[in-house]
């Protein structure tokens, strides 16, 4: 069975944290990527990153940044935590191309 | 710029009745893929159908239908005779054909709510 791992479905972190949100997928996809999803306002690309080593912002990409050091895994990274980033975080993989996107169960962060 | 309107933000219907899912993009490509994803309670978005821009053909899948009109930028989603189990919110992407990369850009969702 295919899968996207994300390390945590619950957190809860105080502002000025600095927060780590962990990613592994298992199918060898080149590309992966980061959203955020809030009530109305659907799902929002962050970052994304096509090999490793390699990303790109997406759209709103600000107080947040990414590494990718292994193909399988892409972390996010909240430099320091606020409130306004509280939100659901779903993360996703696809093969090169564009191909259906296979998404992790979600984190939902609270900023307290 | 990349765009997708989903114009309906929660649907509530009778079991057995028909429904559509509207979902209306922007693009200056020529070449694009459009995606249909559904979100269940439990969170996981589970891919439904991919159509892209030069395939015009309306698709079936048992009770789900896709139609796709490139000449009103539209790719409505009908679930026919509608069940409880189709409760979930349904989100409408455009993924432009950039090579390697696929990004992909949602629209805002459709809560569907399927009363028994």
């Known amino acids: 069975d295919v899968k996207v791992t994300q390390s945590s479905r619950y957190l809860v972190k105080r502002t000025g944290e600095k927060v780590f949100l962990e990613c592994v997928q298992d199918?060898?996809?080149?590309?992966m990527f980061w959203y955020r999803q809030d009530p109305g306002l659907g799902l929002r690309l962050i970052y994304f990153?096509?090999?490793?080593?390699?990303?790109e912002k997406g759209d709103i990409p600000e107080g947040y940044s990414v590494s990718r050091e292994k193909k399988e895994r892409f972390s996010l990274i909240l430099e320091s935590a606020s409130t306004n980033q509280t939100s659901m975080y779903l993360c996703?993989?696809?093969?090169?191309?564009?191909?259906?996107?296979?998404f992790g169960q979600g984190t939902r962060l609270t900023v307290v | 710029a990349q765009k997708v309107t989903q114009a309906q933000t929660e649907i509530s219907v009778v079991e057995k009745e028909d429904v559509t899912l509207d979902c209306v993009y922007e693009?200056?490509?020529?070449?694009?893929?459009l995606f249909w994803y559904k979100q269940p309670p439990s969170g996981e978005l589970v891919f439904l159908i991919r159509?892209?821009?030069?395939?015009?053909q309306n698709e079936i899948s048992g009770r789900y239908s896709w139609n796709f009109q490139k000449s009103t930028s539209s790719f409505n989603f009908t679930i026919t005779a509608s069940q409880v189990v189709d409760s979930a919110v349904y989100f409408c992407?455009?993924?432009?054909?950039?090579?390697?990369?696929?990004?992909?850009?949602f629209g805002t969702g459709t809560l569907l709510a399927v009363q028994p």
């Open positions: 996703a993989s696809t093969k090169q191309g564009p191909t259906e996107a296979f």
């Open positions: 199918m060898d996809h080149e590309n």
């Open positions: 990153s096509y090999d490793v080593k390699m990303k």
């Open positions: 693009t200056r490509d020529t070449t694009y893929y």
């Open positions: 159509r892209n821009s030069f395939d015009e």
């Open positions: 992407a455009l993924s432009e054909y950039g090579g390697a990369t696929n990004k992909l850009i």
